[in-house]
């Protein structure tokens, strides 16, 4: 091509060097919007995590509320397939300690957000309700397992019966006739079917907090993975 003067000379040298020169950084920084928009709409689409989440629950937390669900498990599955009141208190001796020191292993994380936070706490504080519950059922039918034993109104067993039982609703009431300084109090038997109703209340209790506290967990982004085939098979059954 014949250049004509040098006007002509230097609209193609300028053309030329904007072919070269690649792009400006107002143009790469167009470019990497867009890129990281269409990496977004994609992650939410397919469910990929966009970017890593801060979990709400401490680590040292989690283990220890699988370890108390499992020995929570063991009682429940014991007590509904017949146990001794010697393997019973003993399981529930080892279920209250990791109850106990899961209560102070709690704490949530801040970084994991204000929302999260929320949830973390709203989430353990109706487990630790049922768990609590079931407690109470189970304290009473540890010491009067296998037993037949006469307890009165006024009495904590009485309450905590009434409690689980609608105020006492199908459980028969008597009136003590004799001997003379109990005549008129009103008892009922705490016997193998009363024990029967209160292991049903508490397995029923700790399902449910068993169901928060792992629905809860398994949501997070987990920096713990299960350890057990229990655990395993516990995250698989959400």
Do not use: C
Request: no cysteine; net charge neutral.
């Amino acid at each position: 091509m014949e250049i004509h003067n040098i006007e002509d000379a230097h609209s193609m040298n300028s053309f030329t060097s904007s072919r070269h020169r690649g792009f400006t950084l107002v143009e790469l920084l167009v470019v990497t919007v867009i890129i990281l928009i269409i990496m977004g709409l994609v992650a939410q689409l397919f469910g990929i995590p966009w970017k890593e989440e801060v979990d709400s629950v401490p680590e040292m937390f989690r283990d220890q509320a699988m370890e108390l669900l499992q020995k929570g498990a063991i009682i429940k599955a014991a007590t509904s397939q017949g146990v001794d009141d010697k393997t019973f208190g003993a399981n529930l001796i080892a279920f209250k300690a990791s109850y106990d020191l899961a209560k102070g292993l709690w704490h949530p994380n801040p970084n994991g957000g204000q929302t999260k936070v929320d949830r973390a706490i709203e989430a353990w504080d109706r487990a630790q309700k049922q768990f609590d519950r079931a407690i109470e059922a189970w304290d009473i039918v540890v010491h009067h397992l296998n037993k037949d034993q006469k307890v009165y109104e006024g009495t904590r067993e009485w309450r905590v019966i009434a409690s689980f039982t609608n105020n006492g609703q199908g459980v028969k009431i008597e009136t003590e006739m004799f001997p003379k300084e109990l005549e008129g109090m009103r008892y009922l038997w705490l016997n193998r079917e009363m024990t029967g109703r209160l292991l049903g209340v508490a397995s029923d209790h700790f399902k449910a907090g068993e169901k928060d506290l792992l629905r809860w967990l398994s949501g997070k982004a987990a920096t713990v993975q299960p350890k057990s085939d229990f655990q395993r098979q516990q995250f698989l059954n959400q």
